[in-house]
Nanobody, 121 residues
Framework: QVQLVESGGGLVQPGGSLRLSCAAS????????MDWYRQGPGKERELVAG???????NYADSAKGRFTVFRDNAKNTWYLQMNSLKPEDTAVYYC???????????????WGQGTQVTVSS
């Protein structure tokens, strides 16, 4: 069974920074795309940033220039570095990955448990 475990959320003042991490464990053959989503109060879950197995990244307009997604393939871990945080970034952040398990052919979609990020003075 594959699991995604997130860490790094917390309370930060406007303009501050946080780094989220997501570690995948289990019988993993290959991790394809890795993404970060968030869901703010009363809002739908939205894609924040993503990175493919080849290292190609994409960002929501709200994240461009402030957030950076990167991965450590050796550790099956990916990160979201968030700088210049704003109150509107307050949300539960979820990592997501498409993973092919060892012995399988088809990839499955996995979610982390979510981590709260609160930006407030």
């Amino acid at each position: 069974q594959v699991q995604l475990v997130e860490s790094g959320g917390g309370l930060v003042q406007p303009g501050g920074s946080l780094r989220l991490s997501c570690a995948a464990s289990g019988r993993i053959f290959r991790i394809n795309a890795m993404d970060w989503y968030r869901q703010g109060p009363g809002k739908e879950r939205e894609l924040v940033a993503g990175i493919t197995s080849g290292g190609t990244t994409n960002y929501a307009d709200s994240a461009k220039g402030r957030f950076t997604v990167f991965r450590d393939n050796a550790k099956n871990t990916w990160y979201l570095q968030m700088n210049s945080l704003k109150p509107e970034d307050t949300a539960v952040y979820y990592c997501n990955a498409r993973i092919i398990e060892a012995g399988r052919i088809v990839e499955n979609n996995y979610w982390g448990q979510g981590t709260q990020v609160t930006v407030s003075s």
